[in-house]
C-alpha cells in the first residue's frame, strides 16, 4: 500500500510541477514587463518540473507514464520557444 500512495504522490507532484511550469510560461508570453525575472522564475519551474517528472516516471504506472511524457515533451516546446525568442 505505501509504494502505491508513494506512487500516485509522485504522479500529483509531477502534474503540479508541469501545471506552474505552464503557467509561468503563460505569463511571460502575456506580459512583456521584468522579462529577465519571469525568464529566471520560468526556468526554474521548469527544472523543478522535470526533476518531479523523472522522479515519477520511476514508479508509474502505464497510464501515468503516457501523461508524464506528454508533459516532458510540453516542456521540450517551451524551452524551444523561449530559446527562439532570445
Known amino acids: 500500500m505505501p509504494y502505491n500512495k508513494n506512487k500516485q504522490q509522485a504522479f500529483e507532484a509531477a502534474q503540479q510541477g508541469a ?14 514587463a521584468d522579462y529577465g525575472h519571469q525568464l529566471k522564475h520560468l526556468t526554474q519551474e521548469v527544472n523543478e518540473a522535470y526533476q518531479q517528472i523523472n522522479n515519477a516516471l520511476e514508479t508509474a504506472s502505464e497510464t501515468q507514464r503516457e501523461r508524464l511524457e506528454q508533459y516532458q515533451r510540453d516542456l521540450q516546446q517551451i524551452v524551444e520557444d523561449v530559446n527562439q525568442k532570445q
Open 19 to 32: 501545471t506552474e511550469a505552464f503557467d509561468a510560461y503563460e505569463a511571460i508570453v502575456k506580459d512583456d
